[in-house]
């Protein structure tokens, strides 16, 4: 790991006016019908805050790494060191880049999708060549964990904890599937840019996006935020753990405000020599699919090494300490 850039916090704060009230209460997270990960579903607390309606697009970021000259983890080189099984090209910066399959490939195989792209990064979001030119409303890619920390850093504001995510993510419903209540696609209308069709070579783009979709292009959840299904997945505080923790056995017990569990326990245990924690990630992306990944789910959670910068991972922030409506 290269250790981050100090960052000054921006002079004025944002006005707000892309950000809603989450109203904070107890809700019930997790799910005990999908991935076992999301298990056990138990009870937990959180606080109002505001969010950002919409992730951080390529334009918030451009403002961001112009006031600071802040590099991305994806445009620094990589120390050997941290990647003893990495061959040299690896070791170039750059960053994954999805490449959709010709036909049908073996699922269990994320190399016959995901490609090492050196050079590409979050201007150049399919590599040398590609630029972001007409997809400044689109939601910044490419960024590392420490790079959504640093932007939110200098925004004032913070990303959001897993819990305060998935509260923000119903919307006010209970125990909804999806942020907008149990139907997939009520009335046939697509509700989030996801993948229809066979992941990871045919899509049939009936939500009209084969990459990401500019910010608010589908209808928000019950407390105005845009996409908090599909389009990317998006970063939070949180280590990750395999499973959740058991519900409290009363009222009095259940936990307010978690952070995640411990950095140990965020590891990779397939991966003895890879010793690059992972944080979770939220909301799905446009590559998830039911052929592959049903995760545009409020409960739906996947960990993500904190270098990782892909082409389906962005963010947006949480203000914690403006003042209530
Ligand atoms: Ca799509």
Known sequence: MISGIAVVPRPERSSGADEVWIPGGTFVMGSDRHYPEEAPTHRVTVDGFWMDAHTVTNADYAAFVAATGYVTVAERPLDPRDYPD??????????????????????????????????????????????????????VVHVAYEDAEAYAAWAGKALPTEAEWEFAARGGLEGATYCWGEEFEPGGKPMANTWQGEFPWQNLLKDGFERTAP???????????????????????????????????????????????????????????????????????????????????????????????????????????????
């Open 86 to 139: 990495a061959v040299p090209e690896l070791l170039k910066p750059g960053a994954l880049v999805f490449r959709k399959a010709s036909g049908p490939v073996d699922k269990r195989d994320l190399k016959n999708w995901w490609r090492y792209v050196p050079g590409a990064d979050w201007r150049h979001p399919l590599g040398p060549g590609s630029g972001i030119e007409n997809l400044e409303n689109h939601p």
């Open 215 to 325: 910010v608010g292009s589908f209808p928000p959840n019950g407390y105005g935020l845009f996409d908090m299904a599909g389009n990317v997945w998006e970063w939070t505080s949180d280590w990750f753990a395999a499973r959740h923790s058991a519900d409290a056995a009363k009222a009095c017990c259940v936990p307010k405000n978690p952070r995640g569990g411990p950095i140990e326990g965020s590891y990779e245990p397939r991966q003895p020599n890879v010793r690059i924690p992972r944080k979770v990630v939220k909301g799905g992306s446009f590559l998830c699919s039911p052929s592959y990944c049903m995760r545009y789910r409020p409960a739906a959670r996947q960990p993500q090494m904190i270098d990782s910068a892909m082409s389906h991972i962005g963010f947006r922030c949480i203000d914690r300490n403006r003042r209530a409506p």
